[in-house]
């Protein structure tokens, strides 16, 4: 069985306030959401839109934020307006446009804008060079509000390149918010580079491992 009231707590711990913990509980169950939510988390992240929908439904009663973290297909994006309060995941003005479009009334989305920030294929996320044409536009949509960027470097590098990566996101941001004052969050870090991240200005860090163990 894993402890995760010990991971949290010593998560916490590290973290002494300093970002956001959303919790990844992609693959993991609605019980142990509500554990975790009961131990003090009130930030999780889904990647899957069937799976997470499932859960968000049975834990209705709780008061979670939901962020959406996986790669955004356009003809998803009502099932997600109505039911994350954050997308982390936004890298191409149509899936803006949508969610904005499909958002219900009275609700605004809290988005940030994905940087692919090593530049690698298999990787979602625009340019550095697209971010401000993209956040321009995004701006003006009235039901979203551009909160930031989210950021998944290179896996398997050394820690100071890693390192590099998170600063070099860090600059990006810090212009980004020169433009855009608000958008001032930087979604930045998982289980195993969190505290790296966090060194390097990270807002919000998405750990899923180190809160529910492995993943099947
Ligand atoms: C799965 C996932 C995480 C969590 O990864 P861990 O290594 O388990 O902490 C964070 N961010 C994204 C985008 C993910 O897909």
Redesign the pocket.
Known sequence: MINIEENISLLIKKIENKTSI?A?S?KKSAELVEQAYLLGIKNF?E?YLQEALQKIISLNHLDINWHF??KIQSNKCKDIARNFQWV??IDRFKVAKRLNDDCPLNKIINVLIQINIDNEESKSGINECQLFDLAEKISVLPNLKLKGI?V?PKNNLENNLTEESFKKTLEISKKLRNKFSEANEISMG???D?ELAIKNGSTMV???????GE?N
């Open positions: 959303i990844v992609k992240g990647n973290i996986g982390h995941t989210m998944i998982m289980s195993n969190f998405r750990i899923g491992t180190g809160i529910f993943r």
